[in-house]
């Protein structure tokens, strides 16, 4: 069954594997007679690029986006934008070493059950390459999210053990250290963790979190589509994601509702706000005016080159060894994929919440 | 926007407020010809009715179901399978305490925000009680599952900081003790930690974990509709829960791929299995025939007795007293809730993954 | 699979089968604070009912629904709209003669084939009577389009090879003459040919045409969902229609590009007008402000008292009498299903269209 | 709001204009493991291909597709087959004309209407071109359908008021006549019309009818997602069609009961079958195992050379000759498209069957 489409009003699609000719995605919904150039996206795609410091992997992969359709005289005209990243180097590599076994942590084991074969070049479909295309969708969606004031601020929180000191938060470092990590004190230590899992030939994880600030209290819609659900299925599908929370999370679950609840209170602009915001921005699904404050945990990167147990597709025992370079963490270049998803997530429910109110509908149409 | 609907090819509609006449669920896309009766559905919500122990609300709920649809001779139609629980009390009760304030934690203001104006008793659509809806539905799913030889197992796994110790793992106690704890030690520690916060006018929370033996390989589709990116929306549209995990979710974010990959090996019957279950049943988003694992945290109950501060719905300040009986926690009577909600989702996944493969579709048609 | 729900944004799930305790709807995605009673709602059903005209069935559906929830204090909330009507005798009918044959023109033979078996109470989810509930539905849709200013004028333009002729149109006639056609000499002629089948046991089709004033330029969205694809959906899923037509239909076909063409002018007040309006309303899907005009064509009534060629569910040849009352023609009772399929349609395009622009977005969200 | 993706189990989406550089679709849901060349989908795109003879257009496009995903070592992967088709000449064009004005007929003046600016070149979004994408995604689905025996058989039925008459149905004439008219004699006298409307400079329409043979019974949904309600959006959805009809359409509503109800008998096989055909093989909107038959009437293409009254966006009147070579009649150049549409309706259909039953369910997942 079909699972490449993700969103309601606003409904994204990607394509294609990690070394095929191209992957690319098509944004369909998207509100027309916004400016838009292949530079925007560009600058989002290059944030998820693959580095040259040692955190990343070095392979080569420029990553240039060109939009095929649904822009004209550099607006959206509300009809597809379709995009497409072409692979570069997709023929060169050798699979020999993957192709008749079973990579541990990885998706060959679980698409050659369901679909009787699978594409063994690099994981295919299930690559995390396919990730650039929701950054491509994410990044368009970010542009008018930003308009509309709203600030999405995505950056690493965890490498392995190392976790940031919010009270040292230096939002500069976004971006421009290795690790996306806003401490720099973490950030250097993590540094220091990565390196030596690099040497030691294995991988560590890690978690990203993000704070949306600017979202108006009311969006989001009753029971199963709940703004925290779709987040919740929105960065589950990230690659490599094992656990989401949303607010404090998991925290909440070990304080007491006095010290949970976040009280109401009036500001002196007349404006009713919380004290605290353990809730993260969301009540009963929708959104509270709050900064909204997800956490997305990343397991290692499954591809290591020490020798792993494995079997081959026909059962026979295997010691593995994974050649070529990959990142010894995934989470830094995760950061962008994470706001992306997010923000196509957040800008899906304010366009859905356009028509909650009767008065609204009438008023739009009165004009 | 629509949000009271989940599912794909088996879609889940609940309806209803608390304290109106009814609530209930449209079941649509079950197959046919399963036997079905009302008692099947009984007892799963009689296990999420509130007990006459001390853990929860004393609020005298029949929650009575009634199939108005969708069977006939005891069996599915394979059209929709209509619920209803009539809301018994619904007139008696007092609400001129919370009707123009915001009770912190719940979701007043936002539907306030959403709407204009909000259904004020007891939470109107807001309210847990739409969760009894899920269970109808869900019990149907898990009666075909069990004849797949399918085993949800669903309980408590901890209240406040008090977790259960799975060496001392006993299934008997879930469903007969207050705690749904499977665990003789913990559950006793539990009870009294949930006593000494109905007695201080608190509450806590804690988290239900669920293992899902016997789902075949396969099930899942790539991308945003993996099998882990639905069960984290299912379970994150669970009234009070604020983080989802899979697997050993969060752990895994702080070990090395090499401890945290599970290796594959081929067992004496010749079926390829892993030496241990990190990922939680799921790689790449697709079932691995491992169980799956799944942990979903739950804040404290936000109705708690004693004042709270808080504002009128005109931004006066107000000091609130929640009056009434309310569970001093609700994860005990959520176990169900999760356990339901996973099995539309499973069900739904393996319906879809029947046309997975061309062979199978050439197969189904050829007699 | 499920195929009981219709609609995007706002979404309308039925459920019920004509002989079970009852039938109803869910009406999910409907704005909030629109006032509504079931008074609003009766006034449609009633349309529907059957008369005490020689027209219709003489069955006794009283038809009265109960609204459950989505409304708190005589206005809507926002959330789903769940809508009953229970089925009075559906105990007392005999269904020996159909239930181990299949009725020539009905769903029996099929739904048998679908799902190993069927409801044979009177067609069970295959019956008519379940478009009762999308007139529930439709009149709550409806209520919305008409303080919008958009009129529906929904009415029988053929019974058999008795048409209306337009220049004589008497809008007064609807719902007043049993027929519910607007032209007095076609509508008596009408009646007279329906009395002849009713005599020879026979049955009769036709002809329901809908003028829909008022819904402004834009709405309807490219390709797939265009306005017309979604209203050709939503009539031909009304049972017996077998055609249907937008505009002029079939009689464009007939025409030279330069007859069929509408012309645009600007009228004395500066607003662009077409000078003809074959199209009905609708260019490249959208629509252009000028009345939307559909067209749906209903075969004769299948269940007819004359010996019929049939077989038994295990093949042996049957000659099937078909007892009780059944209505010669459904056309007039079908027009209302109509008018409501087009108001659930148009009003979901309506509310879609709410974000087709980005700045309407960026201005909703401003205020 | 998104409109360009068609189906529930086997999503189409689409996306291009017709001057950007490329057109294209996404199939996803399409089952893994079918044999699978860009010459299976070539062939279809060359049956719409505008041709060398009088009927159709000059314009030169070769329309070459590529597979850019979902296929590997020639078969089908089960995730999305993304196809894609140049525009090859799409900077030479001149519309100063046309970019300022609105063209009757076409969708000029929806478009800008609903979007506030639109992509004039000529037609963008709305063109006819983007049915290439349609039929690249629709001979996918027809391959598959071919090896499970079903024929699907379209052809031009009439060109204005020159209709075919079945009695001299020919099918070799279809694909080898310009017109595509399976019947010799009324395929010279359509193509007389059409040289006789060229002349002068002026346009025709049709109706394209289809006959697909060897879909089992059983196939379609109950209510609103109908077999022929699913056939009709897909038809209808089709650029220039204006009614739809399943069997005898509109003529059933002509006859009565007796003589439009198909009566059931078993044959020598001991197979329950149809005496007739009135139906088109849908009852109840599921298949009943007879041939399935649709028909689609469109209107005369609306470009036309010769002066028509017209305004400027700004509302000036302006007398408009559009210039270029158009094809004065669409229809034969549409039968592909209807095919193609019809046979992702049908084959989306029968995956979603697959689930029917329970005991199917249960059958796949034991072994």
């Known amino acids: ?86 692979n570069e180097d997709h023929h060169s590599a050798d699979y020999s070493e993957i192709m008749n076994c079973y990579r541990p942590g990885h998706a060959d084991y679980t698409y050659d059950q369901k679909y009787g074969f699978r594409d063994y070049r690099g994981g295919g479909r299930s690559s995390a390459r396919e990730t650039a295309c929701r950054v491509a969708a994410g990044a368009v969606a970010a542009k008018l999210l930003k308009v509309m004031g709203i600030d999405l601020c995505f950056y690493t929180a965890a490498i392995g053990d190392v976790v940031i000191d919010r009270s040292r938060f230096d939002r500069a470092l976004i971006g421009n250290h290795p690790t996306n990590m806003p401490d720099a004190v973490a950030a250097e230590e993590a540094l220091a963790l990565i390196e030596e899992m690099r040497q030691a030939q294995d991988s560590v994880g890690g978690m990203v979190e993000g704070r949306i600030r600017g979202v108006p209290a009311g969006i989001g819609d009753p029971v199963f589509d709940r703004l925290d659900a779709t987040l919740a299925q929105a960065l589950m599908s990230v690659n490599a994601v094992k656990e989401v929370g949303i607010g404090d999370g998991l925290f909440s679950s070990l304080r007491s509702g006095s010290h949970n609840n976040d009280a109401f209170y009036t500001d002196e602009d007349g404006i009713i706000r919380k004290r605290t915001n353990h809730a993260g921005g969301i009540l009963g699904g929708i959104s509270d005016g709050s900064d909204i404050v997800v956490s997305a945990y990343f397991k290692p990167t499954p591809s290591i080159a020490q020798a792993q147990e494995t079997v081959e597709t026909d059962g026979t025992p295997k010691a593995l060894f994974i050649h070529g370079r990959h990142d010894p963490v995934v989470v830094p270049r995760a950061v962008v994929v994470c706001e992306c998803m997010c923000a196509l997530t957040i800008l899906d429910a304010m366009l859905a919440n356009m028509s909650a109110k009767a008065e609204n509908v009438l008023r739009f149409y009165q004009h």
Request: net charge negative.
């Open 1 to 86: 069954m079909a699972g490449s489409t993700f969103g309601k009003i606003l409904k994204v699609t990607t394509w294609g594997e990690s070394h095929g000719p191209a992957i690319g995605v098509v944004l369909d919904g998207f509100p027309a007679g916004m400016e838009l150039s292949e530079e925007d996206i560009q600058i989002y795609l290059d944030r998820r690029k693959p580095g040259t410091s040692s955190v990343t992997t070095q392979r080569k992969e420029s990553d240039t986006v060109q939009i095929l359709s649904g822009v004209f005289e550099g607006k959206t005209t509300g009809t597809p934008i379709s995009m497409m990243i072409r």
